[in-house]
Structures are given as C-alpha cells and as structure tokens.
C-alpha cells in the first residue's frame, strides 16, 4: 500500500507544516518508508528537517515546470525512513509558468506517481492558500488532513475550503478522501479551547481525529534546531502527540491495532 496524505489549509498559523514534519516523522518511526514533500514557496519543512533552502538548487518546483526527475533529487533527512522533496523560494513563479499548461492541474501527480510504490506513505505540506500548487497538491492525493486550531476564528475558512475539496472531488480526483480534521494548539486549562474543541466536533463528529495536538514549547523550539520533534525531544508531549496521530491514521487505514500512547 501507498498511500498520499496532504495537509491543507488556507488559513495560516494552525500548525499545518508542524503537522506535515512530524507526522511524516513518526510515520517513519514506525518504521514506515515515508516521504516528506514540501509544496509550499516559504520552504518551512525543508529547513525543518535540516536542510537549508538557500542551499536547494534543485527542489519540487523543478520537478513540476522542467521535467527534472524526482528520484534524482530526493533528500535523506536524519530521520531514519524519512525522505524529503525539498521546496524553494522560486516555488512562487510556479503557477504563473504552469497557468497556460495542458493539465496543469495534474502536474504534482505525475511528479508523484513516478516514485510512488518506494514509499509507504507520502506526505505534502501545501501552502496556506487555495492556489493552483495545493489545487495539485489535491489532485495528487489520496487524503487530506485538515489542521484547525483551537482558537477563536477556528472555523473561519473551513467552509471554503471544503469547498476547494468538493471542487477537486468532483472535476479532478474522485477518490480524493478527507482523511480527518486535527485540532491543534489545544490547552487544556482555557475555557476557549475547550469550546473549539465541542463546537468541531459537534459539526464535523467522525471526520475528527481522536487525537489532538497541545501547545508544546517543545514543538516551537523544534524547526529551530532543523529537528522534527521525534529527534528534538521524544520524550515530550508533542512527540506522544504526532506519534499517537501516526498510529491513528494506521489504525484507520488498517495498517495496525495498536492502542495509542497514554497522552502526558
């Protein structure tokens, strides 16, 4: 099984491309081939996982407007099982060249599906935007995570960008599946979370993952160290978080019967 998971949403600052590194991590952890695509202009994940993007002289937007071969610029990350298809900044010209393209909004699939039986999972960190990048991004992928966070304007934007999937669902990739809504940046001791935390689910009930993500220092500190959390601190709350999320979606795809860690 392969299996192709994009994290969207337009909104940023819900822990999106958090989620796509250390999820990618903890998936290799569990001793899951995976690959890390990062599709968004700011490169976030790149540096991440400890490469930095002003050294990337090859990366996905090659890939998608020249034809470069995405074997021959894979990067191996610290993380054992855990590959990278870097992003830079030139990302940004990409859907200007791509606009007058037969299929333009197929390209990243392409790109994907040369290399796809290498890997158990493969996971895309998309942009926050609803532009022509994550519209491939989506097009590309079996399944979609959904990063809210936990917080006032949590549902703001979610409407459109379930939209944008129904959209994808239904001229470009019929098999296209949200995979579940994560909710993020929880603290247990405000009132406002927990709020968030009844009013997603009470809307949105089975599409929401059982897991959630805590605000954790250790998670913030991570990207500065060009570590996932898994390598950063594994024993801190956000690792048991990302790693108990891993678990799910296996559970979920049916992959595994493993009870999640106790959450810290």
Known sequence: MSKVIAIANQKGGVGKTTTAINLAASLAVLERKTLLIDADPQANATSGVGFDPKNIKTSIYECIVDDIQPQNIILNTATPN???IPAHIDLVGAEIEMINLPGREKMMRNVINSIKDRYDFIIIDCSPS???????????????????????????????????IKIVQSRLNNNLDIEGILLTMYDRRLRLGN??????????KQMVFNTIIQRNTKLGEAPSFGETIIMHDASSKGATNYLNLAREILQKNNLIKQTPAKEK
Do not use: M, R, W
Not at 134 to 158: H, K, M, R, W
Not at 195 to 204: M, N, R
């Open 82 to 84: 855990l590959d990278l």
């Open 130 to 164: 609803l532009g022509l990048i994550t519209v491939n991004a989506l097009t590309a992928a079996d399944s979609v995570i959904i990063p809210v966070q936990c917080e006032y304007f949590a549902l703001e934007g979610l409407g459109k960008l379930l939209n944008t």
């Open 195 to 204: 709020q968030v935390v009844e009013e997603v689910k009470s809307h949105f």
